[in-house]
């Protein structure tokens, strides 16, 4: 791979943490989106945070001070968060390990099911892992509407 596929990569991928943000916010966690009289999205949250915004203000060109912004892809501390919303909301348990090739690994448990998420991000491990028991349990809940 040459130095200029390796930066694409890694432009991609900020590209994707910075979409993970929002959608942990809202479907984890449960926060809102709001659109503000300018028209642009401002980011809300129920007082975890010290209040305010909660996602790095993409459309502004700035990101908000970081004590306010929830970023569960980069910070252990958000991601903590998280898994205490994945145990008390959903009732799964947690395990996270390290693998041979130098990544962790995420496994969410709930009922009999569980869902595992590799990655080299310890915190993005968490947050897909996370996104993934929501879709697992949305498909459940839709095939059990279909057996009525």
Request: hydrophobic content about 35%; overall charge negative; glycine content about 6%.
């Amino acid at each position: 791979m040459d130095i200029k596929d390796l930066i694409q990569k890694i432009k991609e991928r900020k590209l994707l943490l910075q979409a993970l943000n929002p959608e942990i916010g809202t479907k984890v966690m449960g926060w809102s989106i709001e659109t503000s009289m300018d028209g642009l999205n401002d980011y809300y949250e129920d007082g975890s945070l010290n209040g305010g915004f909660w996602v790095e203000d993409i459309q502004r060109g700035f990101s908000t001070d970081d004590s306010n912004t929830f970023k569960p892809s980069r910070n252990m501390k958000h991601a903590w968060m998280v898994i205490e919303r994945m145990m008390e909301h959903y009732n799964c348990s947690f395990s996270l390990s390290s693998t041979e090739l130098n990544s962790f690994k995420c496994e969410f448990r709930f009922g009999n099911d569980s869902v595992e998420y590799i990655d080299p991000c310890q915190c993005v491990a968490i947050c897909v892992a996370s996104l993934k028991v929501l879709s697992a349990l949305d498909g459940k809940q839709n095939n059990d509407n279909r057996d009525e």
